[in-house]
C-alpha cells in the first residue's frame, strides 16, 4: 500500500472512531430534552428583572457584539439554562468561547457551540442545546465535585492543559464587562 493510501485508510479509521464516539457520548451525556424543562419559576420570576440579571444580560452583549456571535439574540437562553441548573451565568458563554468561538465556528445545524461529544452532537435549537449541556454539566461534573474549570476541563477536554485557562479568560471578561455596566431602575 502506498504512503497516500496508508493516510487515506488511517483518515477513514479515524473518522469512524470519533463518529462512534460521538453516538456513545451522546447517548451517555445528553439528556432528554424533548420536553423542555420549566423554569424554577420562583428564583427565574425573582430575578427575571433585577439589576442583577439585567447586568449579566448587558455584559453578555457586550461581549457578543465584540465576538461577532449569533447568540446576541438567544442570551435569555442562557440566562434560563443557567438559573434552571444552578451554573454561573458565565461559564456556559465561557466554554462556548473557547470551543466555538462563541458559535462562529461549528458543525452547521449542530447548535452544539460547546462541542459537546466532540461537536458531533445535535440539538434542534440553540435553547435546546444549552439545557442539555448545562444539564450535563451539573449532573456530571459539578453534582460530582468538578465545581471549577480547573476541575472540570481534564474531564471535558482531555488532553488540554490550556482549556480551564481560556474558559476563566472568558468568564473574566464577562465579570469585568458586567463591572462596567450601571443600570438605573426607575421605579413607578
Known sequence: MSPFG???HLFKLLSIVFFVSGIVLWSVFTPNVIEQ???K????????NTEEYLKKRLAMEKVFVRYGSPFVEEIDSFLFACLEYDLDCYLLPAISGVESGFGRALLPGSHNPFGWGGGYIYFNSWREGFLAVAKGLRENYI?????SPELIGPVYAPPSKTWAGKVNYFMNIFREEEKKTIIKIIRL
Not at 419559576?41 to 427575571?48: A, F, G, K, Q, W
Open 6 to 8: 496508508k493516510v487515506r
Open 143 to 147: 453534582n460530582r465535585g468538578l465545581t
Open 41 to 48: 419559576t420562583d428564583r427565574y420570576r425573582e430575578i427575571l
Open 37 to 39: 424543562p420549566t423554569p
